[in-house]
């Protein structure tokens, strides 16, 4: 199949969590169209059994491979476990997740050889940051942190309220136990209560999905020589699977930049 450089770059998460990686590469790509998938109706991806989420995202793949996309960004660490060799097999076009960048980052980081991880229990179960981390680094202390009621919290409740400043404060005290120096924040979701995170782990470097991920995106779009020539201002669009106003009114505070019409559809209904 040939890829044409002037199509879009598909992009899908839970819900708005993957906004934080979209926000990245939106600043990173300016003049790359971007479509991008919110999965809200079936949130929490979290969770989810591995083999029903691979379920999930073939069926969000194939509606974004049918919007003519040239690359595909998982912007779910949850999904990017249990789908990613899965995608990048079945789809014709390049498919690239989060996680392995972090890992990588957070190795080439650390000081002390103590990295943390703080995500969904179904990203901690699937134990892929341990094993990439251990593959950069097998000298690395490495504690994981599954916070079940994070996400949730951040998506449909106040993400900057006190109940979230709570759950935080709690899910980091075994990381400053364990005196990790850096930690991955293993959701898209979590960036946005970057702040809350900071004054909970002072003076630990937090690796996030988004800015590692714009990185390589682009590296591997010019790799190809299948990045849009900078005289233009790229274009991007929303569809999610829930309610598309609620979508509208989280989305637009998450991203900070105006998000339009949003479309909605059930992907699993073709
Ligand atoms: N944003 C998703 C991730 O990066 C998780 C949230 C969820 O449980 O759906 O893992």
Same mark, same amino acid.
């Given at each position: 199949?040939?890829?044409?450089?002037?199509?879009?770059? !598909?992009?899908?998460?839970?819900?708005?969590?993957?906004?934080?990686?979209?926000?990245?590469?939106?600043?990173?790509?300016?003049?790359?169209?971007?479509?991008?998938?919110?999965?809200?109706?079936?949130?929490?991806?979290?969770?989810? %059994?591995?083999?029903?989420?691979?379920?999930?995202?073939?069926?969000?793949?194939?509606?974004?491979?049918?919007?003519?996309?040239?690359?595909?960004?998982?912007?779910?660490?949850?999904?990017?476990?249990?789908?990613?060799?899965?995608?990048?097999?079945?789809?014709?076009?390049?498919?690239?997740?989060?996680?392995?960048?972090?890992?990588?980052?957070?190795?080439?980081?650390?000081?002390?050889? @103590?990295?943390?991880?703080?995500?969904?229990?179904?990203?901690?179960?699937? !134990?892929?940051?341990?094993?990439?981390?251990?593959?950069?680094?097998?000298?690395?202390?490495?504690?994981?942190?599954?916070?079940?009621?994070?996400?949730?919290?951040?998506?449909?409740?106040?993400?900057? !309220?006190?109940?979230?400043?709570?759950?935080? @404060?709690?899910?980091?005290?075994?990381?400053?136990?364990?005196?990790?120096?850096?930690?991955?924040?293993?959701?898209?979701?979590?960036?946005?209560?970057?702040?809350?995170?900071?004054?909970?782990?002072?003076?630990?470097?937090?690796?996030?999905?988004?800015?590692?991920?714009?990185?390589?995106?682009?590296? %591997?779009?010019?790799?190809?020589?299948?990045?849009? !020539?900078?005289?233009?201002?790229?274009?991007?669009?929303?569809?999610?699977?829930?309610?598309?106003?609620?979508?509208?009114?989280?989305?637009?505070?998450?991203?900070?930049?105006?998000?339009?019409?949003?479309?909605?559809?059930?992907?699993?209904?073709?």
């Amino acid at each position: 199949m040939d890829i044409s450089r002037d199509a879009p770059i !598909g992009v899908f998460d839970s819900g708005v969590g993957g906004l934080t990686v979209l926000d990245e590469l939106l600043v990173a790509l300016p003049a790359e169209d971007f479509v991008y998938f919110g999965d809200t109706a079936f949130f929490p991806y979290g969770d989810k %059994s591995p083999e029903r989420l691979r379920e999930r995202a073939i069926a969000i793949s194939d509606w974004l491979l049918g919007h003519g996309v040239k690359l595909i960004v998982i912007a779910c660490n949850t999904a990017t476990a249990a789908a990613l060799d899965h995608l990048q097999r079945a789809c014709p076009v390049p498919v690239m997740g989060v996680m392995a960048p972090e890992a990588h980052a957070a190795v080439q980081t650390t000081r002390n050889r @103590r990295v943390g991880l703080l995500a969904t229990v179904a990203t901690v179960d699937s !134990g892929s940051y341990s094993r990439m981390v251990g593959a950069h680094d097998a000298g690395v202390e490495f504690t994981s942190v599954a916070c079940p009621e994070l996400a949730p919290a951040i998506q449909d409740g106040d993400p900057f !309220g006190h109940e979230v400043a709570d759950l935080v @404060r709690g899910y980091v005290a075994p990381l400053r136990e364990a005196d990790v120096d850096t930690v991955i924040l293993g959701c898209t979701h979590y960036p946005v209560v970057d702040k809350l995170l900071r004054r909970a782990l002072p003076g630990v470097t937090l690796i996030k999905s988004g800015e590692e991920l714009a990185r390589e995106v682009a590296e %591997s779009l010019a790799r190809r020589e299948l990045l849009r !020539g900078a005289d233009r201002e790229g274009e991007y669009s929303f569809a999610c699977s829930g309610d598309p106003a609620q979508f509208a009114t989280l989305g637009a505070r998450f991203l900070q930049m105006p998000l339009g019409d949003v479309l909605q559809h059930d992907p699993e209904e073709g």
